[in-house]
């Protein structure tokens, strides 16, 4: 087929049916993920049934307060959780473990984090393999986290899934018995570094006879429950997800989009157990950074109805069948319509890569063979058409930029305006394309633009099957079909097809296209933002690459004017947003960030707040300043700029330090203890003005290499007397900067708070007590 310079065309009806069939594969595509949420069960539901009624009683006594690790909360919601199983029959138990976690960066510095965690765990035993003779099957692990950050009441993030866990427990209680057995891990010390689920894989002994983990999240305060992420899954693990929970979707693309979000969810140290891991979690009414929106108020019954229903089905299947142990190499998965899913392993993703790219050498070579392809207007288009994504790119980032009145239709919590930007942007970004497109044909030729479309998708798929195997059926299987299309057109028998067949091909190959890519722009678009429009805009560039032969054939001008309208009018409706969509969704609660900071060096203590507006009462507090300076007197200028005052020095104890040694070169080292009167929850250590080469806490070795910098965190030791020997570099003066950290503040030492207002998250402030030590 001569497609550069064959003009016939089928008739009408065959392009109307064309359209019709892609718009409606298009609408499929799109409805495909809209599951409706399940109605939350009321208290008087069926005993083996889960009821977001029952699991909300223990929400709302576990999300009283921030529950930091090693505070009086987290202290309290945990007995909370033990008691809770008693009372259902469990017999739990809680391990109490030390454990250890360091970080660096590309830079030499170091983080070692050092802490006590309190997990609760349970056991379901299982009737398999308890008689005489037969062997233990593998349990399956069910793990949650019960601690939250100091400023959070964590209702989602934390409480929703032990709530969950806790009602999963009761109904399974009153359910069918289970063959395998089911461990359940409350696990502390999840915001700090996941040390509590550290503590369990490394220490525990149950931890050897996992053979399939399952973890829950909060990823927001509403949406459905998904699959958000999977490590080493094998293909048993991935059917049985499919066939347990049909309703909870999910796609290998969409995690490794969330891992480009802030504050995405990570599977911790569950995948040192060296068995499939499936991570679900919620990402619907995302949360603030500050967590301050994590309320219970806000929290949506039907996602806690449909991640305990969820759980509970999961655990039900996975403890009657077989488990398979094995850790593969992970699973490529994603939905199709009509609730289809294809999973395949990641080990196929380069061997499609291959054969991509032997199929774009045979379609190349066809297309030399049977048209007036030459290598000048084909090296034109390899370059063109990859700037033109890119322009596409910059321009839908420089759109949100500098239009600030767009700015509105960002609420994911009411997407109509989101998703109207979203249109507008699209569609003018694909106006813009068929008529560079256009231009490009008259210049190059369809058959050249196709080409380079594709070749250069093939180097995507190859970029993808490097740093993202998840995503890469993204692009496998849309650039596959567009490349048999391309290869059919040029087949001998095609030459004497009639122009609907040819048209038929041509929707075909754009077909896998639209399944995939729609619903994928869609979604990366709401995990992401606007401000990370780029990458949409690349799933839609992908999108309309593969179709470029069926648009140099059949879209004709008014195509392109049509769009342009479309994205004018979804951009003026996105600019309509109502600023009261927003404001109905401020916090109900908000953390407190007053700090009060008792320093040893300047032997005196200080009211501070970070740099913003202050209320009537806190500018009654700081009425010294008019303005937010930097302390000099006391943080140098390494500190921004805050608002501060002079306080009363009884609100906590100064850090109680006993210098052993000052060792001087060359074993330069500091030998000192540390016992926290305050019994703080947390303390800080930092080294200053010295590298350090080997760092011991009570003989345990938290550093034995050079590091630039070395900060180090110690969590829940209470009033233990800590032993530190830091050996530095050389010979310098050096220091080491202590602050010990207090959920709370002294309330007694602050003037009466007004009523009224958005009231205060409960011990959200903050008090630190901090002594500098220097080695001469």
């Known amino acids: 087929m001569m497609l550069d310079n064959d003009d016939t065309r089928p008739g009408l009806p065959a392009g109307l049916a064309a359209l019709l069939f892609l718009a409606l594969l298009a609408w499929l595509a799109l409805r495909s993920g809209e599951e409706p949420a399940p109605a939350p069960l009321p208290r008087t539901a069926p005993a ?14 576990i999300a009283q307060a921030p529950r930091p690790i090693a505070s009086s909360a987290n202290r309290r919601a945990r007995e909370h959780i033990v008691g809770q199983l008693q ?19 590309y830079n030499a510095n170091y983080e070692a984090t050092i802490g006590v965690v309190h997990n609760v765990l349970v056991r379901v035993p299982g009737s398999a393999g308890t008689g005489a003779g037969q062997r233990q099957r593998p349990a399956l692990l069910l793990a949650v986290h019960y ?14 899934p032990v709530a969950a866990g806790l009602e999963m427990l009761r109904a399974l209680r009153n359910g069918p018995a289970l063959e395998n057995d089911v461990i359940v891990l409350f696990a502390d010390g999840e915001r700090v570094g996941s040390l509590g689920m ?53 796609s290998s693309l969409m995690h490794e989009i969330h891992q480009l979000a802030p504050g995405a969810l990570r599977i911790g140290a569950l995948d040192k157990l060296g068995v499939p891991v499936l991570q679900f979690a919620n ?61 395949y392993s990641a080990a196929l993703v380069w061997p499609l890569a291959f054969f991509s790219c032997v199929l774009l050498a045979g379609a190349g070579r066809l297309a030399w063979q049977r048209t007036n392809l030459r290598y000048t207007p084909l090296l034109q288009a390899a370059f063109l058409v990859p700037a033109l994504a890119v322009v596409l790119g910059i321009g839908a980032w420089q759109l949100w930029m500098h239009v600030p009145a767009l700015h509105r239709a960002w609420n994911p919590d009411a997407p109509r305006h989101a998703l109207a930007y979203l249109l507008g942007v699209c569609a003018l970004a694909a106006a813009v394309f068929i008529l560079a497109q256009r231009w490009l044909q008259r210049h190059t030729g369809a058959m050249a633009a196709a080409l380079a479309a594709c070749g250069a998708l093939s180097i995507v798929l190859l970029l993808a099957c490097w740093l993202a195997p998840g995503a890469s059926y993204l692009v496998a299987w849309p650039l596959l079909a567009a490349l048999a299309c391309c290869a059919g057109l040029h087949a001998h028998r095609a030459a004497a097809w009639p122009p609907a067949a040819r048209l038929a091909l041509l929707v075909l190959g754009v077909a896998p296209a639209i399944v995939l890519v729609l619903p994928a722009l869609r979604d990366s678009f709401l995990v992401l933002s606007p401000q990370r429009m780029n990458l949409p805009v690349a799933m839609l560039a992908l999108l309309l690459g593969v179709s470029t032969l069926l648009l140099a054939a059949h879209a004709r001008r008014y195509v392109a004017r049509t769009l342009l309208l479309c994205g004018l009018g979804g951009l003026a409706l996105a600019g309509s947003a109502d600023e009261a969509a927003e404001a109905a969704d401020a916090p109900q609660a908000r953390a407190d960030r007053i700090v009060y900071y008792k320093d040893m060096p300047s032997w005196d203590a200080y009211w501070l707040k970070p740099a913003g507006p202050l209320d009537d009462w806190e500018r009654a507090l700081f009425a010294n300043l008019s303005e937010p300076h930097y302390f000099v007197n006391v943080f140098g200028w390494s500190q921004p700029k805050q608002w501060y005052a002079w306080a009363p020095r009884t609100g906590l104890e100064f850090p109680f330090i006993r210098i052993l040694r000052n060792g001087k070169a060359p074993q330069r080292h500091a030998d000192f203890t540390l016992v926290s009167k305050n019994r703080a929850p947390e303390i800080r250590l930092e080294v200053i003005n010295a590298k350090t080469r080997r760092a011991t806490m009570n003989g345990r070795v938290l550093l034995d290499k050079e590091a630039k910098t070395l900060a180090i965190l110690v969590y829940g030791m209470e009033d233990e007397t800590l032993h530190f020997r830091i050996d ?31 009231p205060l998250i409960p011990l959200s402030g903050t008090s630190v007590a901090a002594d500098m030590l220097w080695f001469y």
């Open 147 to 160: 601690d939250s950050e100091r400023t959070s009441l964590g209702a989602a993030r934390g409480a929703m």
């Open 283 to 343: 990402t619907g009414l995302p949360l603030d950074r500050a967590g301050e929106r994590d309320t219970v108020a806000r929290l949506q019954p039907a996602t806690l109805q449909h991640m305990g229903s969820a759980m509970l089905r999961l655990v039900q299947h996975f403890g009657r069948v077989p488990l398979d142990p094995r850790s593969g190499g992970g699973q490529v998965y994603f939905a199709l319509p009509f609730g289809a899913t294809v999973h």
């Open 48 to 61: 083996e049934r889960f009821s977001a009624a029952r699991a909300l009683e223990q929400l709302n006594i």
């Open 728 to 758: 530095v570099l050389a010979d310098p003066i050096f220091g080491v900067k202590v602050e010990e950290t207090v959920p709370g503040l002294p309330e007694q030492l602050l003037p009466p708070r007004p009523a009224g207002g958005v």
């Open 87 to 105: 009372a259902l029959g469990y017999a739990p138990q809680v391990q109490r473990a030390v454990v250890q976690k360091n970080y660096v960066d």
């Open 198 to 250: 550290q503590a369990f894989v490394e220490q525990h002994p149950w931890a050897r006879d996992v053979g399939l983990a399952l973890r829950f999240d909060g990823g927001g305060s509403g949406g459905p429950l998904v699959l958000y992420n999977t490590r080493g899954a094998n293909s048993a693990a991935i059917d049985g997800w499919r066939h347990a929970v049909p309703d909870v979707r999910g």
